[in-house]
Structure formats: structure tokens, C-alpha cells
């Protein structure tokens, strides 16, 4: 869900830079040039006159990649402009417009700009919609934010609705509801892109999608070498990728490419971390765009990586036909029961071998947020390992205290410093 | 053996305190001033605990610095540590059996977890400051008392005036409805050690209970609220004279076993 276009933190765009960052990597320089691709082909679709849609992050890319619709992904433009410094400006719009200030912070400045409003990050600018695609498997505050834009430009909005699923595995009933669907949004979306569905389109974007998650597993795979061979941060910018281009083949060979220079890092033990390692934790939801420095800061000092986030199972999924398929979309953090979000959590905990947690109890994603106290306490029963909270946004800069962080952090290292001993000393 | 004198400082929100060990053992002198960090307090501090202890700075072996401030103390101290950690250090001093400290300090409430004398786990509030140190001065003030008194005057209560809002802003606007409808300030001070109680067993509850537990910072000498948490909490709860000294005295013992090594 959260994701922007930036390389590292410690070369992020978001703040005004002393030094020079380093160049990127032909992977990462390639991840780049995809996701700028998607913008740029949005604009030429309008210059042509063709629709434009906006769509959540996890829509079937699949079926619009199919029918040749330019679409956009407002998440990774909202991540974009709040890691610009442009997002408490643009949620203040949106709230001058009547949105209630406790309503995420990227349907904030998503309807914002839909109203209107243009941001100062030119790389993030879109063209306006002629129709949207909501999933809401992502979040359910995803309905009204996109029946907001749909109702603001009068325009279509084909919808897919995820409900919640209180059990791990999805049942058949459900894949029928999906479905049903899905074939309905084909039929709406074939009259907007005025052309029949084609099936071999189709299948070759489940090909690429299937490939592009496949790479992005590997890639993600690679934070559990220790020392890591990259920041866990970087898979954040990388998410940028997979939210807005699954369905393309260079995105999967910009993941594949990384994938080679990682293999590269591990065969000859460097990093491209910038700090040596000592502690590796799990940061837990989306990352404060807007402070995205301040976050780094206390993890580099005290050599902190983050060697696992939930986006890895959460966006690797890998299917066979329109059925798995239908499955594979009813899986993402927020549609998901509380047991199924653990074992995703502890599976890749234990695979990447951390030593912590942090939790970001993120103000803009109450159902992410709600059930993360539960969580931490599983954690910590499971995994042994000390966990910590703070307190912050992913778009809204309000909603986060530098000092406090900064206490929090140095609390988990002091922590997992002794949580090392004792296990040490045990055995 | 040459005798080592460290230095403590915790440089809180609202209050600097400084406390020097002789061998990681003894208290030599300590000191407190009632503004915290930002402020003239920890530099005060710092002179008045060498005042008492009748030393320089140069003195000491070791400085270690923690609380909201302690990155202010750079050049001063020799290392800084979170509070978390200097407070279970300082409450496994007084309390050796100790396994949760609770401490609520001017604008945070901690709840740590504690194996062996060191933290191994914690939770903190988020960032409201309800059920803090702040939301007692906030009440004091509305209802026209010192906030040292608050204690004394809730033990007088006959009834509990519950006060319901977890905000400090609206709690507020709740007392001074409930003294517009002519309650008894000692049963309005009740409610609100309560209101603090419930506030402070969520989180506690949180990450688990295990006694002993010891109650450290300045909300400590509140026996009002130390009482409503006991039995919120259905646990017996320590405190010590040294309560607001607490974190100050972890930093010092830290600092000897940094001295020591």
C-alpha cells in the first residue's frame, strides 16, 4: 500500500540533501524508470484522448493491463507527494473540503487533488480520472474515498468488494462472489476502454504479474543473509514497483535484475546498507513518508536494519488460473483474519532472524493499527523477541513526535541488547 | 581498590534530578529542580548535586544522562541510555524481586518488563497525555490545590465522582462541569486518580503483569493514584522516598558498570 518512487532513505529525495546520493543500481535505476513509465504513459493516454483510471493498489492490474488502459495508482501518488513534504498541505485541503483530519491521509490528499488541488511534486502529478477502480481487500475506507473521486468527475467507478475473511483459507463461496466480479468489471471496463477483452492479453499479464511476484519474493528473500544485503527500506520504495506495474514485463525483469545484483552482495559479503548491521527487526506498516529521515536516523545510529516487512507474502502472491487468482486478491493486510496476519508476520520474522519489533501505530490506517497490540503480544510470546510501538502517520506529518520515536528505538535496542545476553547466557 | 564515583542525570519534561553513587553502591547526594529539559534545570542539577556531594566534575568516573532530554547533555555526559532502561535498572536496585516498574513521568507512562534486573520488554503511551504526569498538574490547577496535596485531600473522599474522559482537555472540561454541579473537590480528586489508574492498567495489562511491581517517577508520591492502580490492577505495588530519583539512579549504576568495565 505504501510505496514511493525514492531509492534509499539515506538518499531520499523527501529532504533537503548534504550530500551527494550515491548513483543508484542498474536494478533500482531500472524499478525507477518503471514506475516513472506508468505516469508518463497515463499523460500520453490523455493527450490521446483515452481514458485514464485511478485504481487501489490491490485492483486485478491484470484486467486493465489486458484491455490497454492507462491507469494510475493514487497510494503511490499520495506516498509520493507526503514524502515531498506536499502531504500536510494536501490534507489540510481535504479537510477545508469537509474530510474529517481522522480519515487516512492518502484518500486526504487523493481527494484533495481530485478536487483540484495541484501538488508540488511534479513527479506526481496525474492526469484526472474518466473512471476508478476500487478493490477494497486493501482497506474499507477505500469505498467513500473512491465513491468520493467517482461522485466529485461524475465518472464510472467499478468496484470490487473483498469482505473481510475471519479464516485463513478462502472458500469456494467466496471465489464465486470474486468471480462474479471480476467478470462484471470486465464487462463495465470493456464499454470505458471500447474494445472486447482479450483473452492471450489477458493470460500474458498473469504471466508477467506471476513473474513479477515471483521476483519480488526473491528479492525480498535476500534480507534473510546476515548481514542483510540491502536496507529493508529500500523494499518500501521498491513496493512502488509492485503496486503500480505488476502486470508488466519490465517490471519483473527490473525485480530480477536486483534480484542478480543482491546475489552479487551476498556472494562477495557487502551491503549496500548504509551502516554495518547489528540489530535486525521487523518494521511493521507503512513507513512515515513524511519523516522518513527521522526515522532512518536513530535505526542507522544504533545499526538497526529492517530485515522484514509485511509486504513480501503480502503482494508476493503467485497463481495459477482465474480462480486462484480471485484468491490471491482476497489476501492483503487488512482483509485478513488476525491469525492469518500472524503467520505471515512470524514466518518471515524467523526467516529473516530478527532480534525485534516496530510497530508503527500508523493515525491514517485505524484497522492496520487496531489489531497491532494483539499482535505485539503474540510476537513477543512466539518469537521471544522485545517489541515496541510508536506513534506516528504515513502521510500526515502531525501525527508524529521525533522525541518520542527516538526513546522508543533506543528502548528496543537497550532491550534486545539484553533479550541477546539472556538467550546467551541460556545456552 | 580505587573508589568510583558516577554521575546519574535524568533530564525528564518537567523535572532535571541528578544523583551521584560511590561504587555503584552508595548514594552520595542527589538533587532535583522542577524544570526539565529545554530548560536551565539539568545544568542546575548537575551544580547541585556536586554541591552536596562537595565534588567537581572532574570527579566523577562516569556521567550517564537519560530521560526525554538526555541527547541535550552531549559533551556534559558520557553516554546517554533511555529511560526505560534506567528506570528498571534503579527500580531492580531498591526492589531486587522486582519484574514490572510502572513509571508515569511528566508527559509518558512506561510499563516495563523486567528478567534479571534488566528490561526485556516495555510499552509506552501513544501520544496523548492522559494518565500522565501533566494531566495531574492540568486537574490540580482547574481545581485550585497544589498538586503535592492531591493525595491527602482524595483520601478524604467519601465517594468516587467518576471521570470518564480519557482527554485531558475534555477531563478538564468534565471537572469543571462536576464542580458546577457542586461536587466535592476530594471526590472529583478521587475520580481523577482513577481516571488515571484506568488509563495506565490498559497498558500495563498490555504487556503483562508480574509481580513485584514497582511504581517509580513523581506520580509515585501520589499515594491516591498509587492506590487506585493497586487495585486496578489487583496487584500489590511498591514505591520508595527515591521514587522521582529513580531513573536518575539507574543512570548512575549504569554508569559504574560502564566505569567498571
Known sequence: ?427 | MKTIYTMGIDVGSTASKCIILKDGKEIVAKSLVDVGAGTSGPARAISEVLEAAGMKKEDMDYILATGYGRNSLEGVADHQMSELSCHARGAYFLFPNVHTVIDIGGQDVKVVQIENGVMVNFAMNDKCAAGTGRFLDVMARVLEVKVEDLAKLGAESTKNVPISSTCTVFAESEVISQLSQGSDKRDIINGIHHSVASRVVGLANRLGVRDDVVMTGGVAQNGGVVSALQEALGHTIHTSPLTQYNGALGAALYAYQRASR
Not at chain 1, 506516498?79 to 473540503?97: K, N, V
Not at chain 1, 480520472?129 to 467517482?150: G, H, Q, R, S
Not at chain 1, 510501538?389 to 534486545?416: C, H, K, S
Open chain 1, 1 to 427: 500500500m505504501a510505496e514511493t518512487e525514492k531509492t534509499t532513505v539515506a538518499a531520499t529525495e523527501a529532504a533537503p540533501v548534504k550530500k551527494a546520493p550515491k548513483p543508484a543500481s542498474p536494478g533500482t535505476q531500472a524499478l525507477r524508470k518503471v514506475v516513472s513509465d506508468v505516469y508518463a504513459a497515463a499523460w500520453t493516454a490523455k493527450e490521446k484522448g483515452e481514458p485514464v483510471g485511478w485504481s487501489s493498489s490491490k485492483f486485478p492490474c491484470e484486467i486493465a493491463e489486458a484491455l490497454g488502459l492507462a491507469v494510475v495508482y493514487p497510494e503511490n501518488q499520495a506516498a509520493g507527494i507526503a514524502a515531498q513534504h506536499d502531504g500536510e498541505r494536501m490534507c489540510q485541503a481535504a479537510e477545508e473540503l469537509g474530510f474529517d483530519n481522522d480519515i487516512c491521509g492518502y484518500a486526504r490528499i487523493s481527494l484533495a487533488y481530485a478536487s483540484g488541488v495541484e501538488t508540488t511534486n511534479e513527479s506526481r502529478r496525474v492526469p484526472m480520472p474518466d473512471f476508478v477502480l476500487c478493490c477494497n481487500n486493501i482497506c474499507n475506507c477505500m469505498t467513500k474515498w473512491y465513491e468520493n473521486i467517482a461522485r466529485m468527475h461524475n465518472i464510472p467507478l467499478i468496484m470490487i468488494d473483498v469482505p473481510y475473511n475471519n479464516e485463513v483459507t478462502v472458500s469456494d463461496s467466496q471465489v464465486a462472489y470474486m468471480r462474479a466480479q471480476f467478470d462484471d468489471a470486465i464487462h463495465q471496463m470493456e464499454k470505458i476502454a471500447g474494445r472486447k477483452f482479450d483473452e492471450k492479453k489477458f493470460e500474458q499479464a498473469c504471466a508477467n504479474a506471476n513473474r513479477t511476484a515471483k521476483a519480488w519474493l526473491k528479492v525480498c528473500d535476500y534480507l534473510q543473509y546476515k548481514p542483510a544485503p540491502m536496507s529493508g527500506f529500500d523494499l518500501f520504495n521498491h513496493m512502488a514497483d509492485v503496486v503500480t506495474a505488476r502486470g508488466k514485463t519490465a517490471t519483473a525483469e527490473a525485480f530480477e535484475l536486483l534480484a542478480t545484483e543482491l546475489e552479487e552482495h551476498v556472494k562477495n559479503g557487502t551491503t549496500t546498507a548504509p551502516f554495518p548491521e547489528q540489530y535486525r527487526v521487523m518494521f511493521e506498516g507503512i513507513p512515515c513518508w513524511p519523516d522518513l529521515r527521522a526515522l532512518f536516523k536513530p535505526l542507522k545510529a544504533n545499526g538497526v536494519n529492517v530485515t522484514a516487512v509485511v509486504y513480501a507474502p503480502a503482494f508476493g502472491f503467485v497463481y495459477d488460473d482465474m480462480d486462484s487468482m480471485a484468491r490471491a486478491y482476497c489476501k492483503a493486510p487488512n482483509s485478513v483474519c488476525i491469525e492469518q496476519g500472524v503467520e505471515w508476520r512470524e514466518g518471515i520474522c524467523r526467516d529473516n532472524k530478527v532480534d525485534g519489533v516496530l510497530v508503527h501505530y500508523n493515525r491514517s490506517c485505524k484497522p492496520w493499527s487496531g489489531y497491532m497490540a494483539e499482535m505485539q503480544r503474540r510476537f513477543t510470546k512466539d518469537l521471544g523477541v522485545p517489541c515496541a510501538g510508536f506513534d506516528g502517520d504515513q502521510a500526515d506529518p502531525r501525527n508524529f513526535n521525533q522525541a518520542q520515536y527516538e526513546t522508543r528505538v533506543q528502548g528496543l535496542v537497550e532491550a534486545m541488547e539484553e533479550t541477546k545476553k539472556l538467550k546467551e547466557a541460556r545456552a
